[in-house]
């Protein structure tokens, strides 16, 4: 029986993704006052429903994306951490875990997380041209692949490589907020799942799910069309996916 206190986002369905790039979703989990991180880390922000959800995005995913700071911090990977999303993953002809990626402007990366030690799923990494080569060097000897991507504009370059080299149908981008702002700077985020927690964070700190560079303008604005919003009474959360508002 479906537990309707969650959205199912093992059967949800995409678009094909455009000719020349992945179809690119994001997925934030955010406090009912819009912060994404409590003492430097999203930890308790969300639910272990929060999390399954996190991971059936995943069964949808070629590539999962995180920023380098987002690495540091959390030490992502791209497991499903469950048989059963496992199974329909296989049942779909796909690998048992998507291409977990990172990219890093100075390749200060936490070589002894799991993304480099453990062999479960395979990883790559988008590395800056403007990196230190000792930096770049100490990646390649954990054994995973190290892209070179242009300093100043590495996100075409990443996302070429990932549907050409790669092939990538679709990206999962879990964040952190500065790698979301250069994706909707650039226009290129196709979906936008989001969480919101019953908690008010408060503070100074007014980091957010998507976080840009250029200053905020009305011409700058991405419109959304909202898919789904389905509340949990059980822990108070809001899960919703909007999809981006092409001109028509």
Known sequence: MRDHTKPD???????????????????????????VVIEGTERGLGSPIDQRLMRELRVHADVVL?????????????????????????????????????????????LERPFFTSREFPAVVYL???????????ARATGRDVIEVPADDPIPAMLHHMHHSLGARRLLVEG??????????LGVVDEYFLTIGPRVVGGNV???????????????????????????????????????????
């Not at 700071?69 to 497991?79: A, H, I, N, V, W």
């Not at 952190?176 to 700077?185: A, C, H, T, V, Y």
């Not at 905020?216 to 949990?232: G, I, K, W, Y």
């Open 66 to 110: 995180n920023g380098a700071g987002t690495l540091r911090k959390s030490g992502t990977s791209s497991l499903l951490a469950s048989d059963e999303l496992v199974a329909v993953r296989r049942l779909r002809g796909r690998p048992p875990a998507p291409v977990a990626a990172v990219l890093s402007a100075s390749g200060d990366l936490p």
């Open 128 to 138: 800056a041209s403007t990196a230190p080569p000792d930096r770049a060097a100490a």
């Open 206 to 248: 007014t980091l957010t799910p998507v976080r840009s560079s250029r200053p905020a303008s009305f011409d700058a604005v991405t419109e959304l069309d909202l898919l789904s919003a389905v509340p949990n009474p059980a822990t108070g959360e809001l899960y919703v996916r909007y999809r981006r508002r092409r001109a028509s």
């Open 176 to 185: 952190g907020p500065e790698i979301n702002g250069r994706l909707f700077d």
């Open 9 to 35: 986002y093992v059967s949800i369905e995409f678009p094909d993704p455009p000719p020349d790039r992945p179809y690119v979703f994001t997925n934030m989990v955010m406090s009912a006052d819009g912060k």
